[in-house]
């Protein structure tokens, strides 16, 4: 690419992050910056130190959870606010609560930064809704043809029988999961299948009660407790972030089988590597067939790869007569829900 199409670019990378001249704004950067558009709550998307916060309404009880009061401003999907030069507006991902995909658009052009997204159905957050673009930014954590994603309820229904075979044997189901967004989806997806109650990590436990608060329906929990003695909790699901996996505080169950929700768990390997028990593939990303959905209903005729090995995608996309660049960073790698 030339120097002067580069400059004509509604985004660019700079030090602190993905960087919107038109509008003197940042999308998720990673280092303090006076005005920020933030994609959605995680910590690698979500950081302290911005001068203003630009994102979703449905996100605003979560990024007040993890950075404290800030100068927020907020929007509800597809509202249209000014900045700089340029019209931005947040359209639904379908990744966690309030997460959203940025819409720009400046000097006759729209570029759309996707942030983390995913297709397949969840009930704790609004579904994702393509946008046509010239440009299209998208993740690309999952890009290789192995990752498609089985039926969540199928999944869910897995985990419930689990469940029952440890009862079984007179074990405890620890499942591991990422504790924003994953958790609370694997809760309102077993709402609907069983109700029994569900005990929680305490890392756990103050997301899901951020969730209930936005109106989130998940079924009935309760928290493990931080201190006393060993305990066999025989028969009940146990959810906890993979950071529990091997800490002291796995010590209080007498028996255990311990599993991990993620979309990693496709791969068989990985589930050996982390010495889990059982896998169970949930992922709160795109998969291959949803990342060529996504471009294609885009219309983009550039796509800009990020968060990922985006080798396999672009080559494709390539294949396909699309404009194809990748953008990595360190900043970008992040661990994928």
């Known amino acids: 690419m030339s120097a002067d199409a580069a400059r004509d ?5 700079r030090p602190e992050g993905l960087y919107c001249p038109h509008g003197k704004f940042y999308v998720d ?3 303090p910056v006076p005005r920020a558009v933030i994609t959605h709550g995680h910590g690698d998307h979500a950081r302290h130190g911005m001068g203003e916060y630009h994102g979703t309404r449905d996100g605003l009880p979560i990024l007040r959870w993890r950075l404290g009061e800030q100068d927020y401003r ?9 900045l700089g030069d340029a019209s931005v507006s947040l359209h639904p991902a379908g990744h966690v609560l309030g997460s959203a995909q940025v819409r720009i658009e400046a000097g006759g052009r729209v570029w759309v930064v996707s942030g983390d997204y995913k297709r397949q159905h969840d ?20 890009a ?31 499942l591991f999961c990422y504790a924003l967004g994953k958790a609370q989806r694997l809760l309102a997806e077993l709402a609907r299948i069983d109700p029994r109650r569900v005990w929680l990590h305490g890392a756990i436990a103050a997301g899901v009660e951020v969730y209930r608060r936005a109106g989130i329906a998940m079924v009935e929990t309760a928290h493990v ?15 906890a972030p993979p950071s529990a996996a091997g800490s002291a505080w796995m ?31 949930v992922s709160d990303h795109a998969d291959w067939p949803a990342l060529l959905r996504s471009v294609e209903d885009s219309g983009a005729g550039r796509v800009i790869a990020t968060h990922g090995r985006s080798d396999a995608l672009l080559r494709s996309l390539a294949e396909r007569g699309l404009r194809t660049e990748a953008w990595r960073s360190a900043e970008f790698e992040s661990p994928a829900t």
């Open 9 to 13: 670019d509604l985004i660019v990378v």
């Open 29 to 31: 950067p990673w280092r």
């Open 74 to 82: 907020s929007y509800d999907y597809a509202e249209v606010f000014a």
């Open 123 to 142: 009930p704790t957050c609004a579904p994702f809704r393509p946008q046509r673009c010239d440009v299209f930014v998208t993740e690309s954590t999952f």
């Open 144 to 174: 290789l043809p192995i990752y498609r994603w089985p039926d969540t309820a199928e999944v869910v229904a897995e985990i419930v029988q689990w469940r029952l075979d440890c009862a079984a044997r007179g074990e405890a189901a620890v």
């Open 225 to 239: 407790a931080e201190q006393g003695g060993r305990d066999d909790y025989a028969g009940e699901l146990v959810l």
């Open 251 to 281: 010590r209080r169950f007498r028996r255990v089988q311990t599993g991990f929700a993620s979309g990693w768990m496709r791969v068989r390997g990985n589930r050996r590597r982390r010495n889990i028990d059982r896998g169970f593939v």
